[in-house]
Each structure stands twice: as structure tokens, then as C-alpha cells.
């Protein structure tokens, strides 16, 4: 099994910045892709972006330029930086793991964490 665990949400003013940490700990798949997905209250949970092994990045277009995802093999940590945020950004953020491939498909990630809420005031 693996396990996750995110930290680094807060409260900011738009146009501030955020990085967000998830801790992976547990079984290691060679191979997987990390992802961030958030879901704001009464709405879907949507892709934001994802990582794969070997550092490949992609991200939904409304944080392509604002937000960064990157990974730390060593610390089996992935990031999200997050800059010039807005209010529309508020929303519990939550990492995901997918053993094989890449999904922009919240149900293709077969771990997640419990999330940290980020909220972005105008």
C-alpha cells in the first residue's frame, strides 16, 4: 500500500503564493505518476496537474504559467508550486498516485491523500 499525506494549505490573498507538499510513503512503483486534483465545494473533483517517473509535466490550462509540479526521488515527495493565485484556486487540493501511466482521470489514481484546503481571498 502506499500512503500519502499533503501539508502546505493555508489561507493567502490573491496573488500570493502556496507550495504544497505530498509525502509518499509505503510500497514504491517504478514508474508512477503523481498528481494534484482539487475540488471546491459543490463541484467535481478536476485534474490540475501531474508528474510522471521520469519528471514529464502536464496541466490543466486555467494554472498553465502560475502553478509548477515537480518531484524529489530522494525525499519521495512531489510539489506544487503555486503562484499568483486566485480566488477561483479555492478549493481542497489533493495528491494522487497511479501506479502505471499517466490519467488526467481522477478515477485511474489508485491512492490518494486527505487533502489540505487552500483558500485564496479577493
Known amino acids: 500500500q502506499v500512503q500519502l499525506v499533503e501539508s502546505g494549505g493555508g489561507l493567502v490573498q490573491a496573488g500570493a503564493s502556496l507550495r504544497l507538499s505530498c509525502a509518499a510513503s509505503g510500497r514504491t512503483f517504478s514508474g508512477n505518476t503523481m498528481a494534484w486534483f482539487r475540488q471546491a465545494p459543490g463541484k467535481e473533483r478536476e485534474f490540475v496537474a501531474h508528474i510522471s517517473w521520469e519528471g514529464f509535466s502536464y496541466y490543466t490550462d486555467s494554472v498553465k504559467g502560475r502553478f509548477t509540479i515537480s518531484r524529489d526521488g530522494a525525499k519521495n515527495t512531489v510539489y506544487l508550486q503555486m503562484n499568483s493565485l486566485k480566488p477561483e484556486d479555492t478549493a481542497v487540493y489533493y495528491c494522487?498516485?497511479?501506479?502505471?501511466?499517466?490519467?488526467?482521470?481522477?478515477?485511474?489514481?489508485?491512492?490518494w491523500g486527505q487533502g489540505t484546503q487552500v483558500t485564496v481571498s479577493s
Open positions: 494522487a498516485q497511479r501506479p502505471y501511466g499517466s490519467s488526467l482521470s481522477a478515477v485511474d489514481y489508485a491512492y
